[in-house]
């Protein structure tokens, strides 16, 4: 069973452009969760999606915003992004969001110069 | 108030010696489940052992043990006979589970403990 995907792998932009982050779950997955990872503020949990709806969000500005389809596929996108939106995203499926595995994928490395 | 607290930011320790990483935490919520995670340097979060609010035991996965004592919320993780590969960032997170219907909350980290094995 393939893993967590998630795409670009390394990403580098500048300050006030937007982004755009996916990630394909396991199959079978139909909830995905989105972290940061930054050498400051740690880990910190993003948004949740299970069946193209968001159900739970963590504490993030509005320029972070995320959808999923209904291939279960994700998708995050920050606006006028902001030197300190430069961090490893991870994003975690799970079958339902209420069981507690969660695989993680491999993250995409974003750099905003 | 921080709802997982990880006190060793790093660690040495030779292989083939145990390694108990500490983590305590921080809940009301009488549902809850209790993670540890790995992270090699290539940046994936590699799942290692689960432990739930109301589990009897505590969790055991090959290696990896998880030592629960509910009353003191700690949750440390204990590695039997370490090996050089398990030099990585250990993360000990938790994920309050919503009684509401909305499904489980996102997992809160902790900061982490860097381990180092030597030979």
């Known amino acids: 069973k393939a893993g967590v995907t998630q795409t670009p792998r390394y990403l580098i932009k500048t300050r006030g452009q937007q982004v755009t982050l996916s990630c394909s779950p396991i199959s079978g997955h139909r909830s995905v969760s989105w972290y940061q990872q930054t050498p400051g503020q740690g880990l910190q949990f993003l948004f949740e999606?299970?069946?193209?709806?968001?159900?739970n969000k963590g504490n993030f500005p509005g320029r972070f915003s995320g959808r999923q389809f209904s291939n279960s596929r994700s998708e995050m996108n920050v606006s006028t992004l902001e030197l300190g939106d430069s961090a490893l995203y991870l994003c975690?499926?799970?079958?339902?969001?209420?069981?507690?595995?969660?695989?993680f994928g491999p993250g995409t490395r974003l750099t905003v110069t | 108030a921080q709802k997982i607290t990880q006190t060793q930011p790093g660690m040495f320790v030779q292989e083939k010696e145990a390694v108990t990483l500490d983590c305590t935490y921080d809940t009301s919520d009488p549902s809850y489940g209790l993670f540890w995670y790995k992270q090699p340097s290539s940046g994936e979060m590699i799942f290692l052992i689960y432990?739930?609010?109301?589990?009897?035991q505590n969790a055991t996965e090959g290696r990896y043990s998880l030592n629960f004592q509910k009353a003191r919320k700690s949750a440390n993780l204990v590695i039997s006979a370490s090996q050089l590969g398990d030099s990585a960032m250990y993360f000990c997170a938790m994920r309050e589970v919503s009684l509401s219907g909305g499904g489980a909350d996102g997992l809160t980290f902790g900061k982490g403990t860097h381990l180092i094995i030597q030979p």
């Open positions: 432990q739930g609010s109301y589990d009897q």
């Open positions: 999606y299970f069946s193209e709806t968001q159900r």
């Open positions: 975690a499926s799970s079958l339902d969001g209420r069981t507690y595995e969660q695989y």
